[in-house]
Nanobody, 117 residues
Framework: QVQLVESGGGLVQAGESLRLSCTARGIIPSRNVMGWYRQAPGKQRELVATITSDGSTNYADSSKGRFTISRDNPQNTVYLQMNSLKPGDTAVYYC???????????WGQGTQVTVSS
């Protein structure tokens, strides 16, 4: 089992920045993928960015150039630095942990990000 603890959401104005953190606890396989997804009211959950345990990253088009995902492997923590935030970025942001070998995934409880215009 893997438990995910997220932090860093909040209310900001357009153009400002936020950094989200997510720490995985429990039995952590060495090969894994951690990432961020978001869900706005009335919309489906969508990819923001992912990063593998060896550092390979993947970004949604809407995240490229503004968001940066990184991780601290010894701390089993993934970060999402979000710059130049827009009202359209308002959503609940969820952390996800996936095994790279076994078909198992875990989700965090979500953290609210609200960007006012």
């Amino acid at each position: 089992q893997v438990q995910l603890v997220e932090s860093g959401g909040g209310l900001v104005q357009a153009g400002e920045s936020l950094r989200l953190s997510c720490t995985a606890r429990g039995i952590i396989p060495s090969r894994n993928v951690m990432g961020w997804y978001r869900q706005a009211p009335g919309k489906q959950r969508e990819l923001v960015a992912t990063i593998t345990s060896d550092g390979s990253t993947n970004y949604a088009d809407s995240s490229k150039g503004r968001f940066t995902i990184s991780r601290d492997n010894p701390q089993n923590t993934v970060y999402l630095q979000m710059n130049s935030l827009k009202p359209g970025d308002t959503a609940v942001y969820y952390c996800k942990f996936s095994h790279m070998v076994l078909p198992r995934e875990y989700w965090g409880q979500g953290t609210q990000v609200t960007v006012s215009s």
